[in-house]
């Protein structure tokens, strides 16, 4: 099934439990526990099963706004037959698109412009040029030479602008300002990174010595990547309290909580990212054991330092909790809107010493005592973590740790020979992944698929996850070395509807390196006709490539992450490389991107 939202120009896929709940959905209002009956009746699932995911599917629905709540008090329960014989189970599950959203509200069901028909829709009142204002809110840029690309995060827009429409931005950091070329200043208005300046200062004249737009200003606006970007929920960002002694006493009772969940024994293990020890401790036969296999092994020169940092993690055990704690977990898990900021900052947790984000999709808390150089994860179900924690584990905790060093995670790939790296930028679905896992096959070295971390004073990249993954069939058709080496339960090789997640050096021993120089920033396009060619591209593109994702995907990120984002995007080539579907031509197309920056 697939849905098409004309109000937000979202559409959906569905997958077949999700389809059939959809449609009893339509029918009358329901709440979780109908829901889970149905998928009980439908399906070989366990009661608890059903409505934990049918709780999370009619959350997800109504964050995408497409059901509202409904006040139906003693709406009696509709009984269903059980089925005979119940198919497998998948959890009911929604795939979220934007790339048609400019179109679909374009569509005709919408008001177009009377003059000029469809496509063209027929615009609100046009704003006079009068003085504006940056707008509030949780907006990012980062900006370079002609370029600055803005993200906003309270909107899920990411806007690009070049030449002077960046001059009239930087000029509006003074403050309020007139405006005068409607074609910039109504879209920038619409999506609400502008907003008017007071009555007292507009004006339909311009201030004296106020920026003119002029014809070569270029402004671009997406809504592609809305769905990373936007909040989680709709509270404030909070500030981080100065009084940390509250938050160090609840690290304190988190600390208590593993150790008893480990009471029969704890394993260790030792891993190093930028030349800095990390121990990951989980409790003996723990589903958590798996995680750490994602992070660089300990080279020997390190071994017998003290780590850096420290990371406890483990499944669920919320019976071993504190009063306290095991209250707070269990109100995180239904009312986590308003104990969470918009990017699930625990705001209990969100201090000076202290950062708390809770994922409240796979139901995941990251806790980091900054000072202390101590973490904790915690799944608070004991159900299977899913492809993305897996193959990218700890990033929250990873990106908070590093960030206060001057290093900088960021959404690449990173691949390279003995003299440097490229790293491989875009969003999801542009070919990083397969890019670096074609590269890693053919004898490159390899240094990430998803997250790759940037030293941006010495233009160096470390190895942060080990670890690569694909989308589906066609790419073991393509990568066949692969095949049969997921390490995922939930992965497409082993009947699951994820990802399949690869550690590298199983595949390709020796492969994984730590340390590479950067050479060039590559943005892959998909064009087998054109497969190897490459051509000069911009800074601008680059931070357009790089900024949204990246800093969508982090919810800790801040100015400091797009200053570090800028300073190391400026000093590098940038490269547009259209790739095939062939990876040893992949390989060689990477090799003379390199050749001439070695």
Sequence with gaps: ????????????????????LWQELSGRPMGALELAQRLSAWYDVDADGALRDGAQFLAHLEREGLVLQADMPGAPAVPVEALAVRPPYAP??????????????????????????????????IPRPGAVRRADGDLLEAGMGPTIVLVHRDRGVVCRLDGAAAEAWRALAQGPRALNDVAILAPLLEAGVLEPAPSAIDSTEPEPGAPEVLAEARLTISHGLAEQIRPWGQQRRPARAANSEGARHLCGRIEAWFEAVADGGVDQQWRAVAGEPITVHTPRGDACHQLAAALPSLPQHLQGQPPGLEVRAWCGGLDRASPRLANLMESLRSSWRTLCGPRGEVVDLHTVDTTAIFNPGPDVLSVIDRRGGRAWAVKLDTQPFPFWEIGSPFRFLLHDHFSQRGLQMVHAAAVGDGDGAVLVVGQGGSGKSTTALACAAAGLRYLSDDYALVDPERGLVHALYGSGKLVGPPDLDRLPAYRGHSINTDSFEQGGSGKAVFLIDSVVPGALTATLPIRAIVIPRIDPSRAGEALPASVGDALEAIVPSTLGQLPGADRGDARRLEHFCHSLPVVSLALGGDGPAVANAVREV???CS
């Design 92 to 125: 009911p599950a929604l795939s979220t698109y934007n790339d048609l959203q400019e179109l679909f509200l374009l569509d005709p069901v919408h008001d177009v412009d009377p003059a000029q028909g469809w496509p063209r829709q027929a615009s609100s009142p």
């Design 594 to 596: 390199l050749r001439p």
């Design 1 to 20: 099934m697939v849905i098409v939202h004309l109000g937000s120009g979202s559409y959906y896929s569905l997958s077949d439990s999700a389809a059939r």
